[in-house]
């Protein structure tokens, strides 16, 4: 009876041990789970406002955005530096207040008024900003850390709540794709693709903007 009792204990601790290690793996493939466990924080906004770019309220007026868009420059080769440069060489084409990386958010334009990243009529109400295409699986969770924490940094600065825009083209957090898909200005799908491939190739499963929303209510409720 003493041995059977011992059996049923070594099976049932092998169960919970195992079902342990499933989950720790499951985790393992959650980008989300990953910067939780880690405890991956964001860095601090460096603001450099350049002069150069234009002024333009807001639909609402001056200091009046609607919400936030999350872009990503498709560009594999370049750092944040180099995307900032370009960018203050081409703002007449189009200019976003801010660039975040895995170890930078760098606030350019003033956010109290608009920018120039999805066209018309986005433009007149959103802060907009970019994120650069990173290459190693911390320096991507690094870097979504950093934009969710951005992301619910504006929120909160502007009185908004947290609202993902993905499903009924309302809301206060947008991916450049639903703002062309619900408001127009632009066939961009940014930053859908990045999130998907660089999901794949470092976590084994697509980033998807829903998940990037939990981070950044996360953000947003942390005090
Ligand atoms: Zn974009």
Same mark, same amino acid.
């Given at each position: 009876?003493?041995?059977?009792?011992?059996?049923?204990?070594?099976?049932?601790i092998s169960c919970v041990?195992?079902?342990?290690?499933?989950?720790?793996?499951?985790?393992?493939?959650?980008?989300?789970?990953?910067?939780?466990?880690?405890?991956?924080?964001?860095?601090?906004?460096?603001?450099?406002? =350049?002069?150069?770019?234009?002024?333009?309220?807001?639909?609402?007026?001056?200091?009046?955005?609607? +919400?936030?868009? *999350?872009?990503?420059?498709?560009?594999?080769?370049?750092?944040?530096?180099?995307?900032?440069?370009?960018?203050?060489?081409?703002?007449?084409?189009?200019?976003?207040?801010?660039? @975040?990386?895995?170890?930078?958010?760098?606030?350019?334009?003033?956010?109290?008024?608009?920018? =120039?990243? @999805? +066209?018309?009529? +986005?433009?007149?109400?959103?802060?907009?900003?970019?994120?650069?295409?990173?290459?190693?699986?911390?320096?991507?969770?690094?870097? *979504?850390?950093?934009?969710?924490?951005?992301?619910?940094?504006?929120?909160r600065k502007y009185h908004l709540k947290?609202?993902?825009?993905?499903?009924? +083209?309302?809301?206060?957090? =947008?991916?450049?794709?639903?703002?062309?898909?619900?408001?127009?200005?632009?066939?961009?799908?940014?930053?859908?693709?990045?999130?998907?491939?660089?999901?794949?190739?470092?976590?084994?499963?697509?980033?998807?903007?829903?998940?990037?929303?939990?981070? @950044?209510?996360?953000?947003?409720?942390?005090?």
């Amino acid at each position: 009876m003493k041995r059977q009792l011992k059996i049923v204990l070594l099976v049932m601790i092998s169960c919970v041990m195992l079902l342990m290690m499933m989950s720790f793996n499951a985790q393992a493939t959650s980008v989300n789970r990953y910067i939780i466990a880690r405890h991956l924080s964001p860095v601090k906004i460096s603001t450099q406002i =350049w002069r150069g770019f234009p002024r333009y309220k807001y639909r609402h007026g001056k200091g009046k955005p609607e +919400g936030v868009v *999350v872009h990503e420059t498709g560009n594999p080769h370049s750092t944040i530096f180099d995307e900032i440069a370009y960018m203050k060489k081409n703002y007449r084409n189009a200019f976003v207040h801010t660039f @975040v990386d895995s170890s930078h958010i760098i606030n350019i334009a003033s956010t109290n008024y608009l920018c =120039w990243g @999805v +066209g018309y009529p +986005g433009n007149a109400r959103f802060v907009q900003f970019e994120q650069v295409e990173m290459h190693s699986k911390a320096s991507f969770a690094h870097e *979504v850390e950093n934009a969710a924490y951005y992301t619910a940094y504006i929120l909160r600065k502007y009185h908004l709540k947290p609202n993902d825009a993905a499903y009924d +083209g309302k809301g206060t957090v =947008w991916s450049h794709n639903a703002v062309a898909k619900y408001l127009g200005g632009s066939d961009h799908t940014d930053p859908v693709g990045y999130y998907k491939r660089a999901g794949r190739k470092y976590f084994h499963k697509a980033y998807t903007m829903s998940q990037f929303y939990k981070l @950044v209510l996360r953000n947003y409720r942390r005090k």
